[in-house]
């Protein structure tokens, strides 16, 4: 930053205009990492998805723990001898954005698959009326029926019904 101020140059607000062709080492494999890490995490759902991913792509994932508890605080990917912290990639790779990106692919898989094999109550409901057919149904044979109507003509009856004087 205190160069990019001295000398007036000029930070992109992404990584995705950068010349990847035009790096060298360690960049190089810093914008590998980052590319193969954007492009698993939307498709996995917890962690061994995403180590599995990026172990196809030869880039091996190292979890940091908390000294006095066996949390994980944080995250390291290895690459080509390079290894570097999750955040040190970019801020969006860092273990805690992962971690909740990963969990709400998770819920969203997870709901969507209830809607998917939970039968909605009133497809259930159309399937049974359409399985007993017309059987209840009580029409003249003669006459034709019309729903709308009849909701129409139980309507005006109501409104006759209240006649009377309002204050």
């Not at 944080?74 to 801020?91: A, C, L, M, P, W």
């Not at 790779?93 to 997870?110: P, T, W």
Request: charge should be positive.
């Amino acid at each position: 930053m205190e160069l990019t101020k001295k000398y007036g140059l000029y930070i992109a607000p992404d990584k995705e205009n950068v010349k990847r062709h035009r790096l060298k080492e360690p960049d190089k494999t810093k914008y590998e990492i980052y590319d193969a890490i954007k492009a698993a995490v939307p498709k996995c759902k917890n962690w061994e998805e995403l180590t599995e991913a990026l172990k196809k792509q030869r880039i091996k994932t190292d979890f940091r723990y908390n000294g006095s508890t066996n949390k994980i605080q944080g995250i390291r990917f290895e690459k080509n001898g390079y290894t570097f912290n999750g955040s040190q990639i970019d801020r969006s790779c860092s273990y805690s954005k992962i971690d909740f990106r990963l969990k709400q692919n998770s819920y969203e898989y997870i709901h969507s698959y209830k809607q998917e094999y939970t039968p909605n109550i009133s497809f259930v409901h159309e399937s049974v009326v359409s399985a007993l057919g017309g059987l209840f149904e009580i029409q003249p044979s003669g006459t034709s029926y019309d729903s709308d109507e009849a909701e129409f003509l139980r309507q005006q009856k109501k409104k006759k019904k209240k006649k009377g004087f309002r204050l």
